[in-house]
Every structure is written in structure tokens, then in C-alpha cells.
């Protein structure tokens, strides 16, 4: 693994680590992998999309944009991780 | 039973059923679903609530539910675009020039027939009344307007902007040109109806809320927990949802005023709600609106 990406992968650690936090409290038992799909394997419905939308604009202080609401962005941890990396995000309590 | 084509309405002096503006009244979960789809397809909504609290929690709901239908129609015009079209108020007045209301209150005898008295004094005699209830009868709504042959029920189902099809109720005194104007109005929004006759809680509810009713009595007597009833529902019978995730989307507090409704329109105990549902309402858990039901949606 080239420097860069390490430094990548550790700059996501907290927000991997805050999706899967919130996930568990919504998937019940079991739970997802990093590349699962949330949708397609069931472990959430497409209801729960504004929820996702909802938690990493106020947990990560990002802006979701129109053009950023596509389930690609949501699908697995993988993917929220990919794109809150790829924005301006901070790290906000769990009380914000 | 039908009366006949020469009562339809007459004051209607257009023939082509041509409805420009809409009036959506009640914004709650079901009356925004019903405004969006409005502003979806590019036309300015009137709607109305009693206070601008409820205003400002309606604005939210809007966008956040704008928002959520961009993941799966990519073609929609920009959430603050649709968000413009849709005119929140408190006042009746806007509605003089509409063609088209739907009523979405809450499920209350008395919260409808105010609202109806209201809208007669202000809309046009040509205005079609759609009520959008769970389980109240048609036939009753226009029997409180003065214009019994302009009014049609339009069951929309939940989300409003994910579900193709609406129950349309025909009531007893209902017009062909009044089903004509709802069919149009539908098609405008990209809906399709299914035509009925009028019963308390006509096809849809008729069973649904049995259905969910039977499993808070599950959950009740400790036979199953939430979990495990939607579960059983989805993995055995592959329905996309369980019957308690439907209730918690549908809002606890109308599961439990509908079951109220029929129950005091059929005089059968078959609708009695379960004391469940009424602690539950009283706990202030009212579903997915409120954050948690039978599960919780705290982000
Ligand atoms: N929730 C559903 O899934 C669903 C589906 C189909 C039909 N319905 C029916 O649609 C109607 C609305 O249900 P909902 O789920 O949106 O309820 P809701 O509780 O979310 O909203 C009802 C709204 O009506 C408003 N209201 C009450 N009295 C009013 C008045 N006099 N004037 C203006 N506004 C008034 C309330 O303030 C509230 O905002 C009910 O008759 C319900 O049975 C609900």
C-alpha cells in the first residue's frame, strides 16, 4: 500500500468507525460489512436513505449537495465513507 | 343506489376539465406527500395548516422529502425549485381561483367538517373537494358541503410520491364529471386510480388496519416482538414491509383514530383498537414522525 493511501484510509477511520456506530443502532442483529449493500442485501429499506443523509450532514458537517443524492453516495459503509472523505468534513458530537 | 346523470353537476359550465391550481389542505405527512407531487409536476399548491409551527415542521417534511425523491427520480427539478411552487399558509383566501382540493386533516369528524365549511365559503362552484381520509365515508364529507356531487375521495397511499396508484371512492351523490376531474387530476400528477364504492375504510383500510391492529395484539400479548412480527411478514410472506413498520410509517395516532372510525361506523368489535396502540399514542410514540413507534428512526 502506496503512503498515500494509508494516509487516506487512517483520515476515514473516525468516519468509518461513527457510520458503523449509527448503522448498528438501525440494522438489528447482524451486521453489514463494509462493502455490503445496505439496500440490495435488506438490511435497511430506501426509507431509511434521508435518515443516512440526515446523519452524515450533522455527524460530519458536510453539505449534501442535489447532484450528491444518488444511492451510489449511501450504499455500504464503503461508499459513505468514499464520499464524506471526498468533502470538507469535521467531526461533530453526537449531540449536534 | 346511483343517482342518475341529470343530477351531475350543472353550475359547471366548463365541459373540457381543464385544472390549473391546486389547493392541498392539512400539512402533515399526507398533505405534503400530496403538495410535492403537485410541485413535481410543475404546478403552484396553496397549502394549508392551522399554525405556522406546523408550517415551519411542513417546510422540513418538503424538503427532506424533495430531497429523498431525487435518489430515484434523477430528472426532477431542483429541490429549491419544487420547494418554490408550494405556497404554505394559514389563510383560505388563496384558494378562490383553485380547481382542484385535497383535504388531508386529520382523521377527525370534526377536524373535516370544518375544514369542508370553510372551503365552501371560499372556492368556486366549479372547485372538486378530493378527501384524502383512512376510513371516514365519502358519502358523510359530502353530505357536510354544499356541493355533495363535486366531492370524491382519493385515498393516497404513503409515501405519496412512491406510489403510483390511489383509491378513488365514489360517494353516493359523486358525478361522472367529478371522477372525470379526479381521474385528470391524477394522470397530471402521474398517478393512476382505482375507482371504488363507499365504505368506511373502502378496500385498502378495510383490511389493512385489521391486519395491523391483530399484530399490536401480537406484540400485545407478548406473543412476538415488533421486530419478529415485520420480520415473519417480510422473509415469509415477502411483503416489502411488515405490518408494524407500515404502522410506525403511517403514524400510530391515525392507525389509531381510523380503527376509531370504523369501529363507530360498523358498530363491530372486530375494529377495536388495541389498548396498546392508545398507550403508545399517549407515550407521544407516533412512528417514523415522531422519531420512534413500534421501531426507532433517530438519526
Ligand atoms: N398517514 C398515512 O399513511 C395516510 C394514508 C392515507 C390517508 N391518510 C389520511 O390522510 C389524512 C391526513 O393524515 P396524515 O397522516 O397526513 O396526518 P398528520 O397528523 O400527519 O397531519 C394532519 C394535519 O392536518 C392538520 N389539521 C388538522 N386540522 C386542521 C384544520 N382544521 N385545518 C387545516 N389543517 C388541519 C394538522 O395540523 C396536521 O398537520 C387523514 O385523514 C388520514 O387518515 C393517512
Redesign the interface.
Known amino acids: 500500500m502506496s503512503q498515500a493511501l494509508a494516509g487516506s484510509a487512517a483520515e476515514t477511520t473516525p468516519i468509518r468507525a461513527h457510520t458503523r456506530q ?1 448503522l448498528a ?2 440494522v ?1 442483529d447482524t451486521m453489514p460489512s463494509d462493502s455490503d449493500d445496505l439496500f440490495k442485501a ?1 438490511y435497511v ?3 431509511f ?3 443516512l ?3 452524515v450532514e ?1 455527524r460530519f458537517a458536510v453539505t ?1 449537495e ?1 447532484d450528491d ?3 451510489e453516495n449511501f450504499r455500504s459503509v464503503e461508499a459513505i465513507c468514499e464520499f464524506v472523505a471526498g468533502k470538507d468534513w469535521a467531526l461533530q458530537s453526537a449531540e449536534a | 343506489m346511483r343517482p342518475s346523470q341529470a343530477q351531475d353537476e350543472t353550475a359547471c359550465a366548463q365541459d373540457t376539465i381543464d385544472l390549473r391550481r391546486f389547493g392541498v389542505i392539512g400539512a402533515g405527512i399526507m398533505g405534503c406527500g400530496v403538495a410535492q407531487a403537485i410541485a413535481r409536476a410543475g404546478s403552484p399548491v396553496e397549502l394549508i395548516d392551522l399554525d405556522d409551527d406546523r408550517l415551519q415542521a411542513a417546510q422540513r417534511t418538503l424538503r427532506s422529502n424533495i430531497r429523498q425523491q431525487k435518489f430515484f427520480d434523477r430528472s426532477a427539478p431542483p429541490v429549491d425549485d419544487q420547494l418554490a411552487l408550494i405556497r404554505m399558509t394559514t389563510c383560505y383566501d388563496g384558494l378562490a381561483e383553485v380547481d382542484f382540493v385535497v383535504e388531508n386533516v386529520t382523521e377527525e369528524w370534526d377536524a373535516k367538517a370544518g375544514v369542508y365549511a370553510r372551503l365552501d365559503a371560499v372556492c368556486k362552484p366549479e372547485c372538486v373537494y378530493a378527501a384524502n381520509t383512512s376510513a371516514i365515508s365519502i358519502t358523510r364529507i359530502g353530505a357536510a358541503t354544499k356541493r355533495r356531487d363535486r366531492v370524491v375521495g382519493m385515498h393516497f397511499m404513503n409515501p405519496v410520491a412512491m406510489k403510483p396508484t390511489v383509491e378513488v371512492i365514489r360517494g353516493h351523490h359523486t358525478s361522472a364529471r367529478t371522477l372525470d376531474a379526479a381521474a385528470a387530476f391524477l394522470k397530471s400528477i402521474g398517478k393512476a386510480g382505482v375507482v371504488v364504492e363507499d365504505m368506511p375504510g373502502f378496500v385498502s383500510n378495510r383490511v389493512l388496519m385489521l391486519t395491523i391492529n391483530e399484530a399490536v395484539f401480537l406484540v400485545q400479548d407478548g406473543v412476538a416482538a415488533a421486530a419478529e412480527v415485520d420480520r415473519i411478514f417480510r422473509e415469509c410472506f415477502g411483503h416489502p414491509m411488515g405490518p408494524l413498520e407500515t404502522a410506525d410509517l403511517i403514524g400510530i395516532d391515525t392507525i389509531l383514530k381510523s380503527l376509531e372510525r370504523l369501529y363507530e361506523a360498523y358498530w363491530d368489535t372486530k375494529f377495536r383498537p388495541a389498548p396498546l396502540l392508545r398507550k403508545m399514542v399517549d407515550a407521544g410514540l407516533h412512528g417514523r414522525k415522531s422519531g420512534a413507534g413500534f421501531h426507532s428512526y433517530a438519526s
Open positions: 449509527f443502532r438501525h438489528g435488506g429499506n430506501s426509507l436513505l434521508m435518515q443523509v440526515t446523519f450533522t449534501v442535489d443524492l444518488k444511492i
